[in-house]
């Protein structure tokens, strides 16, 4: 999953890092725990601030400069993804024969295809599973920026942009919904795309000024109904196929208006500093939690022990990644599209796209 904290062209606002922490301790408590589909709605959370922020970041990059270079975005999302990614793919590696991993999941986790691997070929991918959300969003934007970028190019106004991803959005959802009934909607990578599309609707949303302000109580409407669906499915009230329909349209609402405003009350608790430092680390916080269930698990110890043993390992594992791998990642990243962008290298930097 993306987890670009800031850019330049956005701004830092801690309250998208704080609906990451909630969205990444819904998924923690989904795999600690179990018999409630918190994971799933986690992981959607993410999509949708995913395809807000790079759709934002592209859209403003398209209206600086003209253009949208797909090399320098692809060399931005590898320095920033990958480093950590690569060091959990070796760390499972190197307990293949104790977790029962094999060379066929370290691949898929590696070229971005768990989903692929998990839905089309039925394969067991074991403690490296939980890649199919990174695998999920990487799929997407091998598309999405051809999208903006043939828009430009034949001048499609931004507004007719807005409702060719809205239907799109509805068509993946829909799809998912359908889908669940046969049971293949959960990785499914065309039915999983909806959240990450409805993300770019409300940036295209932002940008046309479509919304301009979004009132307080749509915003608690929106989270209001996003927790009453999981209160619900926990119950067993909400079937899955309705839960991530539900919890994508309960968070654009609530995304929206901490974008278009100040977003009062609802923002001072989602910049709450532990939350937001959860949601910080929250990408290195999802890397290395599901291997170390799967591998405590492995053990048979009990839900409380595992949880009592695999959490506060994957928070101190994921605070050491944030720091020392993330951080210099990005750093690099960004030195390395500095360095491509300089007067001298224009010429090597390639043509516009």
């Not at 970041?57 to 990958?82: A, M, T």
């Not at 598309?143 to 807005?162: E, N, T």
């Not at 690099?332 to 962008?341: A, H, N, W």
């Amino acid at each position: 999953m993306d987890q670009q904290r800031k850019e330049s062209s956005l701004g830092y606002v801690p309250a998208l890092d704080g609906l990451r922490g909630i969205a990444i301790l819904l998924v923690l408590a989904h795999h600690a725990y179990g018999a409630w589909d918190a994971g799933s709605v986690g992981v959607d959370v993410f999509f949708v601030l995913s395809g807000y922020l790079i759709t934002t970041i592209l859209l403003k990059e398209l209206d600086r400069s003209g253009r949208i270079s797909l090399w320098h975005f692809y060399l931005r999302r590898l320095f920033r993804l990958y480093p950590a990614l690569l060091v959990v793919i070796l760390a499972v590696a190197a307990l293949t024969p104790i977790v029962g991993s094999n060379w066929i999941a370290l691949f898929a986790a590696g070229t971005y295809t768990t989903n692929i691997g998990t839905v089309f070929l039925h394969l067991d991918l074991g403690p490296l599973k939980h890649t199919w959300s990174l695998a999920q969003e990487e799929q997407f934007y091998l598309i999405w920026p051809l999208f903006l970028i043939i828009a430009s190019r034949f001048q499609m106004p931004r507004k007719a942009q807005f409702l060719v991803t809205v239907l799109a959005s509805s068509g993946c959802i829909a799809l998912f919904v359908v889908a669940t009934g046969s049971g293949t909607a959960t990785l499914n990578p065309i039915a999983r795309m909806g959240g990450i599309a409805a993300g770019c609707v409300v940036a295209l949303a932002l940008n046309t000024g479509i919304i301009r302000t979004v009132r307080a109580w749509l915003m608690w409407a929106g989270a209001g109904v996003g927790i009453c669906a999981i209160i619900m499915n926990s119950t067993g009230l909400v079937d899955a196929a309705i839960l991530a329909p539900v919890v994508i349209l309960g968070c654009l609402p609530l995304l929206a208006g901490l974008m278009a405003g100040p977003g009062g009350a609802i923002a001072s608790i989602l910049s709450c500093p532990p939350l937001v430092y959860i949601g910080v680390i929250s990408y290195s916080l999802y890397l290395w939690h599901y291997p170390l269930f799967y591998f405590a698990q492995s053990l048979h110890l009990g839900t409380w022990l595992t949880a009592a043993i695999a959490l506060p390992v994957s928070f101190g594992l994921a605070a050491l990644s944030r720091r020392f791998i993330e951080v210099p990642g990005m750093a690099l990243g960004v030195s390395r599209v500095k360095l491509r962008t300089s007067p001298r290298n224009t010429e090597k930097a390639g043509a516009p796209v």
